[in-house]
């Protein structure tokens, strides 16, 4: 399970990353880090599915982007969460538990 | 979620490519940096970091795709690539393209022309409201060459159909092709004029634009001088005053007031009409004694809940009332199988226009089309055949076959909508010079000038377009069927086209070739059609005759039942004398129509006393001419027997004619026609003189016998005065001089001078026209397929350049291989010719109803059209052919 690339649908792997911004803002690597920290390894995103997704998302106005400089001195561009992003966050969080829960339920029945 | 941000955002890539590219690159590079040093930081050989990290993030390039696709609109981004690709490919081959756009521009600008102007004149519906209840009512003939078609209507059965048939919500009566002077501040016009019943406009249902229409109740107190106006009139002449409502306005020697403004285009019954006044019947016209004035129309409203097919059966009933009535009209009726009719107003006034000349004009056009298609088309499968190569390279680099035929499809649109747009001025020109070539003010039935049909030039363009894109996919779609190796190693050698391709280019060569013959086919009937035509000769010298027509208004001139002729006559005697005296004129003479012309084209019906008619023979009818001693002599129509009508054949004296040569030969065959006996109006005339048979009115119409009458001797036919001047002087010399000769009689004259010879050219204009058009669009089709045979067969010695030249250096005489070139040629163009051949016979049976001379109709018209297209087509290869035989074989065998 630990450098198993499993398939995020798109919807859900821009979901995570509002997520993983809610906190700070990150640059690409930091993403990466952060995703892989927060899934437990489960989920390791290569940069072929960040930066399209990061790029929807600032199409959306969902995040906005900076330049900035990194931790060592190097220079990143920085994404952050921005208010209409938060709000989205919330919208998907509440749709995707009604969702799951649901999905969740269904399975159960014998 | 806002879309302008997200297109804003998309778009932005389309302005600022580089920099966005190189920030991508820096970021994705600092993101495998960071990655790197993680993997160094855990414990990695600087090497491992780095192959470790690759691996980790995943490919770069692809990345960057994947992103590219997210960040700007892909589809737009390589349209916009294919479609620069397209110019530069295009401004590559110039001379393919050039030939490619102007074929598309004269086939797409011609045929686009045509179409607008037949879809304006015959196909454009009706503009009154619920036109297909709309009829018009009138005699029909059923025994009659012209069978069920309904033809026009005199006043007295009018009047009984208005006061009996009850299929019809409204009736109408139509009294066209009337002039009035009309008189307004600083100039005097003569306008045509149209006078109505009020029911025409219930039966149009068009509103006017301003003020109102003329109803019953207004004529029945009061004289009833109350005009509309056409909007033509209003705004020409009226220079669209709208508060002309009310006013008044001087039309011949009365004052009417203006009621209301017709809206642009509107006309009753295809009739010309600048205005319209109310008709109001004499008693004359009420009684049976004009019965026989059949020169009116009539139009209706069929009744709600009414079929066409139950107001037929009606009139059927009313006519047979009506010969119960009067059973002394029985019998003729009998003969001619006669009854009240109705058709369709638009069909009615469809049979009026020259409506197969103009399909054939489309047909023709939608054959060049065809062979400009094909053209094209044969260029295309050319050009890509010969990028093969690039094709295929381009799919073993990754490209699919829909990314190709994309690409491909890009550069044939964007040659289309050139050549679109080239057609364009094509197109406005041929709109505006159609019109005037086909003379179609007069004819035309809604008074609109002819607009772009667009619906038709975006499906021509749509359908070339296919054509195009049809052609060209097909080499590009075989290669890439091919296993992507075994094609590249193909192309290592230099191979003859495939059998497909050739196949298809042959195909085309030879669908060109018969086209071609087929329209010259067409071409060289109509003219021979018209070299005959002119070459009998019309009975009357055409040379050197001038026209003048002048209006006699009967109000300035009287002339009316009861009158006397005198101003009239007074009139005619002083102009002759006039005339004759101008410096340059032979002779002079005057009638009331002039032969060849559309004037007055009105025919009589006569007896011959003793003559008995055969069953269902036509009824004896006739032209009249109503003329002075000498008119023979100025027209150069030869006297046959007899004499000449004389200044002695005056008011007080016997009735005199002078009968065409047919009346003779048919009704009085036994003894001389002369001194017999002919009943014409209700009068015994004497036959005094037998001319020859003359054209009496435009081809297109029919043609019949004619007599001629002593002016003297009857009250006026017509009210105009036509004047024959034989001179040695052009037309426009004389112009002057006579016009000021006729208004020194009268100066409120108007006159219009024409000559004989412009009457002849205008008389054959039907079978001529299609001759001309033919002629064109024979040569542009010819030289096209010309162009074509020509590409075709270069490039077969392009392509075969190698295998000449092994050919040459093994020892073969070079007239061989430029034999070996035309027999591809000479193939092609004999299997076309064959194909044009067999195509043309039905051709000929449908142009031979279409013409007058049936005999130019002859199948050796078929052997001379395939010997032009051979002999043409020939040449066209001749320089392919001579450049092989040039080839020298060192070049040729180093070349790919």
Same mark, same amino acid.
């Given at each position: 399970?630990?450098?198993?690339?499993?398939?995020?649908?798109?919807?859900?792997?821009?979901?995570?990353?509002?997520?993983?911004?809610?906190?700070?803002?990150?640059?690409?690597?930091?993403?990466?880090?952060?995703?892989?920290?927060?899934?437990?390894?489960?989920?390791?995103?290569?940069?072929?599915?960040?930066?399209?997704?990061?790029?929807?998302?600032?199409?959306?106005?969902?995040?906005?982007?900076?330049?900035?400089?990194?931790?060592?001195?190097?220079?990143?561009?920085?994404?952050?969460?921005?208010?209409?992003?938060?709000?989205?966050?919330?919208?998907?969080?509440?749709?995707?538990?009604?969702?799951?829960?649901?999905?969740?339920?269904?399975?159960?029945?014998? | 979620?806002?879309?302008?941000?997200?297109?804003?955002?998309?778009?932005?890539?389309?302005?600022?490519?580089?920099?966005?590219?190189?920030?991508?690159?820096?970021?994705?590079?600092?993101?495998?940096?960071?990655?790197?040093?993680?993997?160094?930081?855990?414990?990695?050989?600087?090497?491992?970091?780095?192959?470790?990290?690759?691996?980790?993030?995943?490919?770069?390039?692809?990345?960057?795709?994947?992103?590219?696709?997210?960040?700007?609109?892909?589809?737009?981004?390589?349209?916009?690539?294919?479609?620069?690709?397209?110019?530069?490919?295009?401004?590559?081959?110039?001379?393919?393209?050039?030939?490619?756009?102007?074929?598309?521009?004269?086939?797409?600008?011609?045929?686009?022309?045509?179409?607008?102007?037949?879809?304006?004149?015959?196909?454009?519906?009706?503009?009154?409201?619920?036109?297909?209840?709309?009829?018009?009512?009138?005699?029909?003939?059923?025994?009659?060459?012209?069978?069920?078609?309904?033809?026009?209507?005199?006043?007295?059965?009018?009047?009984?159909?208005?006061?009996?048939?009850?299929? @019809?919500?409204?009736?109408?009566?139509?009294?066209?092709?009337?002039?009035?002077?009309?008189?307004?501040?600083?100039?005097?016009?003569?306008?045509?004029?149209?006078?109505?019943?009020?029911?025409?406009?219930?039966?149009?249902?068009?509103?006017?634009?301003?003020?109102?229409?003329?109803?019953?109740?207004?004529?029945?107190?009061?004289?009833?001088?109350?005009?509309?106006?056409?909007?033509?009139?209003?705004?020409?002449?009226?220079?669209?005053?709208?508060?002309?409502?009310?006013?008044?306005?001087?039309?011949?020697?009365?004052?009417?007031?203006?009621?209301?403004?017709?809206?642009?285009?509107?006309?009753?019954?295809?009739?010309?009409?600048?205005?319209?006044?109310?008709?109001?019947?004499?008693?004359?016209?009420?009684?049976?004694?004009?019965?026989?004035?059949?020169?009116?129309?009539?139009?209706?409203?069929?009744?709600?809940?009414?079929?066409?097919?139950?107001?037929?059966?009606?009139?059927?009933?009313?006519?047979?009332?009506?010969?119960?009535?009067?059973?002394?009209?029985?019998?003729?009726?009998?003969?001619?199988?006669?009854?009240?009719?109705?058709?369709?107003?638009?069909?009615?006034?469809?049979?009026?226009? &020259?409506?197969?000349?103009?399909?054939?004009?489309?047909?023709?056009?939608?054959?060049?089309?065809?062979?400009?298609?094909?053209?094209?088309?044969?260029?295309?499968?050319?050009?890509?055949?010969?990028?093969?190569?690039?094709?295929?390279?381009?799919?073993?680099?990754?490209?699919?076959?829909?990314?190709?035929?994309?690409?491909?499809?890009?550069?044939?649109?964007?040659?289309?909508?050139?050549?679109?747009?080239?057609?364009?001025?094509?197109?406005?020109?041929?709109?505006?010079?159609?019109?005037?070539?086909?003379?179609?003010?007069?004819?035309?039935?809604?008074?609109?000038?002819?607009?772009?049909?667009?619906? @038709?030039?975006?499906?021509?363009?749509?359908?070339?377009?296919?054509?195009?894109?049809?052609?060209?996919?097909?080499?590009?779609?075989?290669?890439?069927?091919?296993?992507?190796?075994?094609?590249?190693?193909?192309?290592?050698?230099?191979?003859?086209?495939?059998?497909?391709?050739?196949?298809?280019?042959?195909?085309?060569?030879?669908?060109?070739?018969?086209?071609?013959?087929?329209?010259?086919?067409?071409?060289?009937?109509?003219?021979?059609?018209?070299?005959?035509?002119?070459?009998?000769?019309?009975?009357?010298?055409?040379?050197?005759?001038?026209?003048?027509?002048?209006?006699?208004?009967?109000?300035?001139?009287?002339?009316?039942?009861?009158?006397?002729?005198?101003? +009239?006559?007074? @009139?005619?005697?002083?102009?002759?004398?006039?005339?004759?005296?101008?410096?340059?004129?032979?002779?002079?003479?005057?009638?009331?129509?002039?032969?060849?012309?559309?004037?007055?084209?009105?025919?009589?019906?006569?007896?011959?006393?003793?003559?008995?008619?055969?069953?269902?023979?036509?009824?004896?009818?006739?032209?009249?001419?109503?003329?002075?001693?000498?008119?023979?002599?100025?027209?150069?129509?030869?006297?046959?027997?007899?004499?000449?009508?004389?200044?002695?054949?005056?008011?007080?004296?016997?009735?005199?004619?002078?009968?065409?040569?047919?009346?003779?030969?048919?009704?009085?065959?036994?003894?001389?026609?002369?001194?017999?006996?002919?009943?014409?109006?209700?009068?015994?005339?004497?036959?005094?003189?037998?001319?020859?048979?003359?054209?009496?009115?435009?081809?297109?119409?029919?043609?019949?016998?004619?007599?001629?009458?002593?002016?003297?001797?009857?009250?006026?036919?017509?009210?105009?005065?036509?004047?024959? +001047?034989?001179?040695?002087?052009?037309?426009?010399?004389?112009? &002057?001089?006579?016009?000021?000769?006729?208004?020194?009689?009268?100066?409120?004259?108007?006159?219009?001078?024409?000559?004989?010879?412009?009457?002849?050219?205008?008389?054959?204009?039907?079978?001529?026209?299609?001759?001309?058009?033919?002629? @064109?669009?024979?040569?542009?089709?010819?030289?096209?397929?010309?162009?074509?045979?020509?590409?075709?067969?270069?490039?077969?010695?392009?392509?075969?350049?190698?295998?000449?030249?092994?050919?040459?250096?093994?020892?073969?005489?070079?007239?061989?291989?430029?034999?070996?070139?035309?027999?591809?040629?000479?193939?092609?163009?004999?299997?076309?010719?064959?194909?044009?051949?067999?195509?043309?016979?039905?051709?000929?049976?449908?142009?031979?109803?279409?013409?007058?001379?049936?005999?130019?109709?002859?199948?050796?018209?078929?052997?001379?059209?395939?010997?032009?297209?051979?002999?043409?087509?020939?040449?066209?290869?001749?320089?392919?052919?001579?450049?092989?035989?040039?080839?020298?074989?060192?070049?040729?065998?180093?070349?790919?």
């Amino acid at each position: 399970m630990a450098k198993e690339k499993s398939e995020l649908l798109q919807g859900t792997l821009d979901m995570l990353i509002l997520k993983a911004l809610q906190l700070e803002p990150m640059h690409g690597f930091g993403l990466s880090v952060r995703l892989k920290q927060m899934s437990k390894d489960v989920f390791q995103v290569e940069m072929g599915s960040l930066y399209p997704a990061l790029c929807r998302l600032e199409a959306q106005g969902w995040v906005k982007a900076e330049w900035g400089v990194s931790d060592n001195n190097r220079r990143a561009r920085f994404y952050e969460l921005t208010a209409a992003g938060r709000k989205q966050l919330q919208a998907e969080t509440t749709e995707w538990e009604l969702l799951s829960s649901t999905i969740n339920a269904m399975l159960r029945v014998t | 979620m806002n879309p302008f941000r997200s297109l804003f955002f998309r778009l932005q890539p389309f302005f600022r490519r580089q920099k966005i590219e190189t920030e991508l690159s820096e970021e994705m590079q600092a993101h495998l940096e960071m990655q790197t040093a993680a993997n160094l930081a855990a414990g990695m050989a600087p090497e491992e970091a780095r192959y470790a990290a690759r691996r980790q993030c995943g490919g770069i390039d692809q990345a960057k795709e994947s992103w590219r696709d997210e960040r700007s609109i892909r589809w737009l981004e390589d349209l916009l690539r294919d479609v620069r690709h397209a110019g530069r490919q295009l401004a590559k081959h110039r001379g393919t393209t050039a030939v490619t756009l102007l074929t598309l521009a004269l086939c797409l600008g011609v045929n686009s022309a045509v179409f607008s102007l037949v879809y304006a004149v015959l196909l454009r519906p009706y503009p009154y409201t619920e036109s297909n209840r709309v009829v018009n009512l009138g005699m029909v003939w059923t025994k009659l060459p012209w069978g069920e078609m309904v033809q026009e209507i005199s006043p007295p059965a009018f009047l009984e159909l208005e006061g009996s048939a009850r299929s @019809f919500a409204a009736v109408g009566f139509i009294a066209a092709d009337q002039k009035v002077d009309v008189r307004l501040p600083g100039q005097m016009l003569r306008v045509p004029v149209a006078s109505v019943t009020p029911g025409v406009w219930s039966v149009a249902g068009v509103p006017p634009l301003i003020g109102r229409c003329f109803q019953a109740q207004d004529l029945a107190f009061g004289e009833g001088k109350l005009a509309v106006l056409s909007y033509e009139f209003w705004r020409e002449t009226l220079n669209s005053d709208r508060t002309i409502v009310g006013r008044r306005l001087r039309l011949d020697d009365g004052t009417y007031e203006v009621l209301g403004v017709m809206p642009a285009g509107f006309s009753l019954a295809g009739k010309q009409a600048r205005l319209w006044i109310p008709k109001v019947f004499s008693p004359a016209e009420r009684s049976e004694e004009s019965r026989g004035a059949y020169a009116f129309q009539a139009i209706a409203r069929l009744k709600d809940g009414v079929s066409l097919e139950q107001a037929r059966q009606e009139l059927k009933v009313l006519h047979e009332n009506f010969l119960a009535a009067h059973p002394e009209a029985r019998e003729p009726a009998q003969q001619m199988g006669a009854t009240y009719g109705a058709a369709p107003l638009s069909t009615w006034v469809r049979s009026r226009v &020259a409506g197969s000349t103009l399909f054939s004009v489309q047909a023709a056009a939608v054959l060049v089309l065809l062979v400009g298609c094909l053209n094209i088309a044969g260029l295309l499968v050319v050009t890509t055949h010969g990028r093969v190569r690039e094709f295929t390279l381009r799919g073993a680099l990754g490209a699919t076959p829909a990314r190709l035929g994309r690409q491909l499809a890009t550069e044939t649109v964007t040659l289309f909508v050139l050549g679109g747009a080239l057609a364009v001025p094509f197109a406005l020109a041929g709109l505006h010079w159609l019109p005037s070539y086909f003379d179609l003010e007069q004819t035309m039935p809604y008074g609109q000038s002819v607009q772009f049909h667009w619906p @038709f030039v975006a499906a021509t363009l749509g359908v070339a377009l296919g054509a195009g894109l049809l052609a060209a996919a097909l080499p590009v779609w075989s290669v890439t069927r091919r296993d992507t190796t075994r094609a590249l190693q193909a192309l290592g050698y230099h191979t003859t086209a495939g059998r497909r391709q050739n196949r298809t280019q042959s195909a085309f060569v030879v669908a060109q070739v018969a086209l071609a013959l087929v329209l010259l086919t067409a071409a060289g009937v109509t003219l021979r059609n018209v070299q005959r035509l002119l070459g009998k000769g019309f009975g009357v010298a055409v040379e050197n005759r001038i026209v003048a027509r002048a209006a006699l208004p009967p109000y300035r001139y009287g002339g009316g039942p009861g009158d006397t002729q005198a101003k +009239i006559n007074s @009139f005619k005697l002083q102009a002759l004398e006039k005339l004759r005296a101008l410096p340059g004129v032979q002779d002079a003479t005057v009638s009331n129509r002039v032969p060849l012309s559309a004037d007055w084209p009105m025919k009589f019906g006569f007896e011959v006393p003793g003559y008995e008619p055969a069953p269902g023979e036509q009824p004896a009818i006739t032209f009249v001419y109503q003329t002075v001693p000498g008119f023979f002599r100025t027209l150069g129509m030869p006297l046959l027997r007899g004499r000449d009508l004389a200044p002695a054949d005056g008011a007080d004296q016997e009735p005199v004619v002078v009968v065409s040569e047919q009346i003779a030969r048919k009704y009085l065959p036994h003894g001389d026609a002369v001194g017999a006996t002919l009943q014409f109006f209700g009068r015994a005339c004497r036959i005094v003189g037998v001319v020859g048979e003359i054209q009496n009115v435009p081809l297109s119409y029919g043609n019949a016998a004619s007599i001629y009458l002593a002016s003297a001797q009857w009250p006026a036919f017509h009210d105009e005065a036509v004047f024959v +001047i034989r001179t040695g002087l052009p037309a426009q010399v004389m112009e &002057a001089a006579v016009v000021k000769a006729l208004q020194s009689v009268d100066p409120l004259l108007s006159v219009q001078v024409t000559s004989v010879a412009q009457l002849q050219r205008s008389a054959v204009f039907t079978q001529s026209a299609p001759a001309q058009i033919a002629g @064109f669009f024979a040569t542009v089709a010819l030289l096209l397929t010309a162009l074509g045979l020509y590409g075709a067969l270069a490039h077969t010695v392009a392509q075969r350049t190698r295998e000449i030249g092994i050919r040459l250096a093994l020892g073969a005489p070079r007239p061989a291989i430029l034999r070996m070139v035309l027999r591809r040629g000479a193939g092609l163009a004999l299997v076309g010719a064959a194909l044009g051949v067999l195509g043309s016979i039905p051709l000929l049976r449908t142009i031979q109803s279409l013409i007058v001379e049936k005999e130019a109709a002859r199948a050796d018209v078929l052997l001379l059209a395939a010997g032009v297209v051979l002999v043409v087509v020939g040449l066209a290869g001749v320089l392919p052919a001579r450049r092989a035989s040039k080839v020298d074989p060192m070049i040729a065998l180093r070349s790919e």
